[in-house]
């Protein structure tokens, strides 16, 4: 079976980031995946960019002001989705020791 990959689509915002319910809806709306696409990467939705973009950039030492510039397809809202998506993944099984 071939075609996107969508997750669970749900009409929410921006303000829906982070907010503690252990699921970031923007980013189900943010990210996208599809086999026929890009050899099958994670990409944001409406554009041709990579999310591992993003990571690179932000190891290579440069801003997301930065990134923002050079992939002007992908705003700022989309990319925070990502980032806080990343920290809640990394975070959400860890106990204070």
């Known amino acids: 079976m071939s075609g996107p990959s ?10 829906d980031i982070g907010n503690g ?3 970031c809806p923007l980013l189900i709306l943010s990210v996208r995946r599809d086999p026929d696409i890009m050899s099958g990467a994670l990409y944001f939705s409406g554009t041709r960019v990579p999310v591992k973009n993003l990571f690179d950039y ?9 990134f923002l510039e050079d992939f002007p397809t992908v705003s700022r809202e989309r ?8 920290h809640e993944s990394l975070t959400a099984n860890t106990s204070a020791v």
Do not use: T
């Not at 932000?58 to 930065?66: C, Y």
């Not at 990319?79 to 990343?86: H, P, R």
């Open 6 to 15: 969508n997750i669970k689509i749900q009409k929410m915002g921006a303000e």
């Open 79 to 86: 990319a925070v989705a990502v980032l806080e998506a990343a």
């Open 21 to 23: 319910h252990g699921r």
């Open 58 to 66: 932000l190891e290579g030492s440069s801003s997301l002001d930065e």
